[in-house]
């Protein structure tokens, strides 16, 4: 019988099969809400990321699902089975948390084989053998979890977790323990068997690296709700509010009053500055906009250039080489500093130096404006800069 071959199983809820959905659901602990009228549809075999920082409800989601919190109000289902009231065990839910939680004294093989066994089933072996082929560790299968990186024994708890055949398996920050170079090579790994056994992967994070480069679709949250959810791609092209802008990547960002239109574009007045934005980039279409530009789409100039669709002088702050590209902070007329990077097409010195004057360039076609909202920016960026 193959892993993903169901036996006979309990019935009941473990065998609810379908999309993940969540209905107007709500977490409170005394006067704190954590989770506020969250509505959300996971399609059943997508890699799905919520995305947030510290506090932002993406946990407590994740532990409704797997039945280790119950909601307020509201209702938490798999196709058609209410799942709502059930307890952990009952659920067709498996979690790899971030601290593996192996057995020290098992072997690999035993660990994985733990679930299979628990139930009695014949094959527990045999299943074990699967899970850990498809993780690529059937050669380690003896070794004991203390001889094994971070990285191997994450994958053992990817395992364990994928043997006992969940309808959705749960990510909780998995990858946090990991160094740099491991956590990349792991995103790459989570993303390729996700693929192949085609379940429903629902993974927790606040790097926003980690849910772009998995997940088809990602939810960004704050304050227990979403602010935005979708491809990866249209979050960090489009954002539709200030928080999104700067938590989904970096953002340069002003905020002024719309004073017109040219065309398809809307014009805004931002610290005696003229810009325009399209008209299906911008989430606002009177009043005060926040104008944002990407820091990659930006170009600096020693002199002003001449025809540039839009343009701003600035003064450089600090010059730091990265390998792949150059960065840039300058500070803009009105005090605020912006981000630029420039790919290292060309083996060049860098002729910019702190306290020179340049100036800015972009496409218009690349900015993008989103409602005004100071508190949210500010959030963002401690939430970014947090260690």
């Known amino acids: 019988m193959g892993l993903f071959s169901k036996s006979g199983?309990?019935?009941?809820?473990?065998?609810?099969?379908?999309?993940?959905?969540?209905?107007?659901?709500?977490?409170?602990?005394?006067?704190?809400?954590?989770?506020?009228?969250?509505?959300?549809?996971?399609?059943?075999?997508?890699?799905?990321?919520?995305?947030?920082?510290?506090?932002?409800?993406?946990?407590?989601?994740?532990?409704?699902?797997?039945?280790?919190?119950?909601?307020?109000?509201?209702?938490?289902?798999?196709?058609?089975?209410?799942l709502t009231g059930s307890?952990?065990?009952?659920?067709?839910?498996?979690?790899?948390?971030?601290?593996?939680?192996?057995?020290?004294?098992?072997?690999?093989r035993d660990n994985v084989a733990f679930g299979p066994t628990r139930r009695g089933e014949a094959n527990a072996a045999q299943l074990a053998g699967d899970a850990l082929e498809l993780v690529q560790l059937s050669h380690l299968a003896a070794r004991k979890p203390a001889q094994l990186s971070g990285g191997q024994q994450q994958r053992v708890a990817v395992a364990r977790a994928i043997v006992n055949r969940p309808e959705v398996l749960l990510l909780d920050e998995p990858l946090g323990a990991l160094d740099l170079k491991l956590r990349r090579q792991m995103q790459v790994e989570l993303k390729r068997i996700q693929s192949e056994v085609g379940l429903t992967f629902i993974h927790v994070?606040?790097?926003q690296e980690e849910a772009m480069t998995m997940a088809d679709?990602?939810?960004?949250?704050?304050?227990?709700?979403?602010?935005?959810?979708?491809a990866p791609e249209e979050l960090y092209d489009l954002p539709r509010t200030t928080f999104v802008a700067n938590f989904v990547g970096q953002?340069?960002?002003?905020?002024?009053?719309?004073?017109?239109?040219?065309?398809?574009?809307?014009?805004?007045?931002?610290?005696?500055?003229?810009?325009?934005?399209?008209?299906?980039?911008?989430?606002?279409?009177?009043?005060?906009?926040?104008?944002?530009i990407r820091p990659e789409k930006v170009r600096i100039h020693e002199q002003r250039p001449e025809g540039?669709?839009?343009?701003?002088?600035?003064?450089?702050?600090?010059?730091?080489?990265?390998?792949?590209?150059?960065?840039?902070?300058?500070?803009?007329?009105?005090?605020?500093?912006?981000?630029?990077?420039?790919?290292?097409l060309d083996v060049k010195p860098i002729s910019v130096r702190p306290g020179d004057q340049v100036w800015l360039t972009w496409d218009?076609?690349?900015?993008?404006?989103?409602?005004?909202?100071?508190?949210?920016?500010?959030?963002a960026l401690a939430a970014v800069d947090a260690p």
């Open 205 to 207: 994070t606040h790097d």
């Open 251 to 292: 953002s340069n960002l002003a905020s002024g009053p719309i004073t017109g239109r040219d065309g398809d574009r809307i014009v805004a007045e931002v610290n005696g500055t003229q810009v325009a934005i399209p008209s299906s980039r911008c989430a606002v279409d009177s009043g005060e906009v926040t104008f944002g």
């Open 9 to 82: 199983g309990s019935g009941g809820f473990r065998e609810a099969k379908g999309d993940l959905r969540l209905q107007e659901v709500t977490k409170s602990f005394g006067d704190f809400t954590a989770v506020d009228n969250l509505t959300l549809e996971v399609p059943r075999g997508s890699f799905f990321a919520l995305l947030g920082p510290s506090g932002c409800g993406k946990t407590t989601t994740l532990r409704m699902v797997a039945g280790l919190e119950q909601p307020t109000a509201g209702r938490i289902l798999i196709g058609d089975t209410d």
């Open 217 to 230: 679709t990602v939810a960004v949250m704050n304050h227990g709700r979403i602010e935005q959810m979708g």
């Open 308 to 344: 540039a669709g839009s343009d701003v002088q600035a003064t450089v702050r600090d010059v730091s080489f990265t390998g792949v590209a150059t960065q840039y902070q300058v500070e803009v007329p009105s005090g605020a500093v912006w981000n630029v990077y420039e790919q290292n």
């Open 364 to 379: 218009p076609a690349h900015a993008f404006g989103v409602p005004v909202d100071s508190d949210a920016a500010a959030e």
């Open 87 to 108: 307890r952990p065990y009952e659920r067709p839910v498996n979690t790899v948390f971030q601290s593996y939680a192996l057995f020290p004294h098992l072997t690999i």
